[in-house]
């Protein structure tokens, strides 16, 4: 099983440019999320999708989207990339509300120069 | 809102025992999570407390006491694999948010020495 599987898995981009980092699970999770990682700041989120057909915003939303295409994938996107966005994305899934865990992808980390 | 607070760094030799606290505020409460980071890795699950107690799983132990606001992940026989970062997470649920969604600490770094 791939589990939870991010594409690409590093990106340089120049001020301005847009990109869609993608994510895709195959574990029947219903529940998906996007985080970012900075040093020192831990795991911060984006946004969320409940289930399918459902987003929602998180602790960091400004300057991003999200289309939960179907039940497995996920898909973040930056419209006008800024330096302020430089960081390690995270997706991960869950079973419903995660008591038991969320399965992180193995990130994309991002540049903007 | 919420916070969660965790040491910055931690640093002990291989065979010791490591204590990792973690104080937290919350609107509301679900659970204590652990997640354990390598250098370059994704974050994976170790554990999950919605109880007061300690829960085993091999070397490892997490507990949790909900009066105090407050649990730790203990590491026993540390080895040089263990060096890694360890982040506790809240699940907060509260009126405004049914959903209930994980937030992180800032994490903190293990380093096992020879």
């Known amino acids: 099983n791939a589990g939870v599987t991010q594409t690409p898995k590093f990106q340089v981009l120049k001020t301005g440019q847009s990109m869609t980092l993608q994510c895709a699970q195959d574990m029947n999770h219903n529940s998906m999320y996007w985080y970012r990682q900075d040093p020192g700041m831990g795991l911060r989120l984006i946004y969320y999708s409940a289930s399918e057909g459902t987003t929602d915003k998180g602790e ?13 994938e996920f898909s973040l996107r930056l419209e006008s990339a800024a330096p302020s966005q430089t960081s390690v994305y995270f997706c991960a899934s869950s079973v419903d509300r995660g008591f038991y865990g969320y399965t992180f ?3 994309t980390r991002l540049t903007v120069v | 809102g919420q916070s969660l607070e965790q040491p910055s760094e931690v640093t002990a030799v291989e ?22 980071q390598h250098d370059g890795g994704a974050p ?23 009066s105090d606001s407050y649990g730790y992940l203990l590491l026993q026989e540390l080895q040089m694999k263990d060096s890694a970062s360890y982040f506790c997470a809240v699940r907060d649920e509260s009126p405004a948010d049914s959903w209930g969604k994980l937030q992180f600490g800032a994490g903190t770094q293990v380093v096992v020495t020879p």
Do not use: H, M
């Not at chain 1, 960091?60 to 179907?70: D, F, K, T």
């Not at chain 2, 204590?19 to 659970?31: A, D, E, K, L, W």
């Open chain 1, 60 to 72: 960091v939303p400004n300057g991003y989207n999200v289309s939960r295409l179907n039940k497995r």
């Open chain 1, 105 to 107: 992808g193995s990130g």
């Open chain 2, 44 to 66: 994976t699950f170790l554990s999950y407390n919605a109880l007061d107690g300690l829960e085993e799983t091999g070397r490892f132990s997490s507990f949790l006491s909900r």
């Open chain 2, 15 to 36: 065979g010791a025992i490591v204590q990792i606290n973690c104080t937290y505020q919350t609107s509301g409460f679900y659970g204590l999570s652990w997640y354990q």
